[in-house]
């Protein structure tokens, strides 16, 4: 533990002037090196990549989506943090009129990254991007699983970005990622399980470090009787087996109301093809499991089954009529497999789609697009497509994160710029208070206008 936290100590010693530096810049001036950051990496995506390729198992098209994804947060970030944080006026109010009012956001100094293998370059750098463009430095610990890749990044950085270290990459398993809590940064940005985030909480609380963590989700989809099933079930696909299955906002439930039920079945059931390397050696061991625990509990295998899953690959299982207390409805799989349940209504996959511990995302399929919304906001979760599946992670100007086991905070958009900033309010006395009541020598007087004031404007 001792080399890891000497290590992790170094990092950190070093962010903290790089971090007096940056945030020292101006808006225009982060803005440019950030953007110096970005053309650097969309001139070397297929680079980065091959990279990606190489360490997740996923194709290099996909790994080019994920590029392309997080280069366009990059984008939002440098060019909306002085928008979103710079110093503006606010109301002061009757009782404070005397006052002038101004709200900005300032940096907290280091900010430590914990990102997942899934989406190597695409989830943290939701963190990062938001973090630098407020105005920290960032120590970012890339999952173990895909180390090079966050290595690269760091590189990157440094390339387009020479002298201080405000972004660097520190490599190695677990205690690295525990040293780095144990730090003293001055808020950690955590993705991965809910089991290691509450690991990671408990640490934090030692310390009062502020932490925002994205913990995985059990998403639903919801297909109600008026919706375009060939649209459904290719977003389906998509949703459940993209990725082989290993994203956190992928759906991994669907809810189809049962006049459509077999025809939604059928339509999918044909796009089920292929076979998908997992990117690490456990997962397809969970994936087995959840399966054979929807089959054993009575549910139907559609497409595949416990056999689909081998050494280091999984071919798509489509499970039918599983029971909701199954662990292939309640845990996450994180494989290319969809449980696919039928509903006598909407209010019923609403319900079923509620009652899971997770929160994170959902998608709804249907052409009433004013029943689509109203449905989005009786859904538990902290965002939802309408008619498509992960639409909001291509819009940068809006927020993402969950409740539940699906962790706290919010990554992207304004809310993302300002989870990684302190909020400072300042008032300035403009001329003396026409009642001044901030004395210890009231003026009874002045206190029974004061008050007659008040009944008058609050009493009726």
Partial sequence: MGTATDA??????????????????????RRTHLLAWKRHIARRVDELAALIATETRKSPDDAALEVMLAVEHLDWAARNAAKVLGRRRVPAG??????AATLEYLPL???????????????????????????????????????ETGAWLATAWS???????????????????????????????????????????????????????????????IVAADADLDAAARAAAFGGFGNAGQTCAGVERVYVVRPVYEDFLNRLSALAVGSFEMTTPEQPSIVRAHVEDAIGRGGRAIVGGAGSVGAGTVEPVILADVPEDSIAVTEETFGPTLVVNPVDSVDEAITRSNASKYGLAASIFSRDSHGALRTARRLRAGAASINAVLGFAGVPSLPFGGLGDSGFGRIHGADGLREFSRAQSVTRQRFGPPMDLMRLDRDPHTMRRALKLFRMRHGR
């Fill in 8 to 29: 992790v100590a170094a990092a950190v010693d070093q962010a903290r002037p790089a971090a007096t530096w940056w945030g020292g810049l101006g808006y225009r001036e």
């Fill in 159 to 221: 390339e387009a970005v020479p002298g201080a270290p405000v972004l660097q990459a520190v490599l190695g398993d677990g205690t690295i990622g525990a040293a780095l809590v144990w730090s003293g940064v001055d808020k950690i940005a955590f993705t991965g399980s809910a089991a290691t985030a509450r690991k990671v909480m408990a640490t934090c609380a030692e310390t009062l470090t502020p932490l925002v963590v994205e913990g995985g989700g059990k998403d639903a989809m």
């Fill in 94 to 99: 009757m009782l404070a009129a005397n006052h």
């Fill in 109 to 147: 100094g280091v900010v430590g990254v914990i990102g997942p293998w899934n989406y190597p370059v695409y989830t943290p750098l939701g963190s990062v991007s938001y973090a630098l463009a407020a105005g920290n430095a960032v120590v970012f610990k890339p999952s173990e699983h895909t180390p």
